[in-house]
């Protein structure tokens, strides 16, 4: 009974042992990330041409390779949510159906249909019934 309370300590330490040296030597193996400017400047400034041409989703490109080659910047980091801002206000520009369905009015201009007429009014009654109590049931 000794012995195998001895070889379970054993291997049970030999395991935990070997699954803290994996994740040492694996941590070792990993280079330090080595931000590239050069290539973030160049992206932000191609994304800023292409920003300043009205192009929001190739300029999001743009800066979001910036954000890769340098995770750091600031710059980069403004300017990619900026774009992504402006992306997704030409995806709801063009299609008005994305803020409220069935109810654009560029939607009926385009396909030539025009909007249903108003209900008609309700006559109103000229006389009000007068309100008669017919049995009193007190208080």
């Known amino acids: 009974m000794e012995k195998r309370i001895i070889g379970f300590t054993l291997i049970t330490l030999l395991l935990v042992g070997g699954i803290f040296l994996a994740q040492g030597a694996s941590a070792q193996d990993t280079k330090a990330f080595v931000?590239?400017?050069?290539?973030c400047a160049e992206m932000i400034r191609f994304?800023?041409?292409?920003y300043q041409r009205g192009k929001f989703l190739d300029a999001k490109e743009y800066f979001r390779k910036a954000v890769q080659a340098d995770p750091g910047s600031t710059a980069a980091w403004k300017h990619y949510d900026l774009s992504v801002i402006s992306a997704l206000a030409e995806k709801v520009n063009?299609?008005?159906g994305l803020i409220a369905p069935d109810v654009s009015i560029q939607g009926q201009a385009a396909t030539g249909s025009a909007p249903p007429p108003p209900p008609a009014p309700t006559p109103v009654p000229k006389?009000?019934?007068k309100f008669k109590i017919a049995e009193d049931e007190g208080c």
Do not use: I, M
């Open 47 to 50: 994304g800023t041409q292409a």
């Open 35 to 39: 931000p590239d400017k050069a290539l």
């Open 127 to 129: 006389k009000k019934p």
């Open 94 to 96: 063009k299609d008005t």
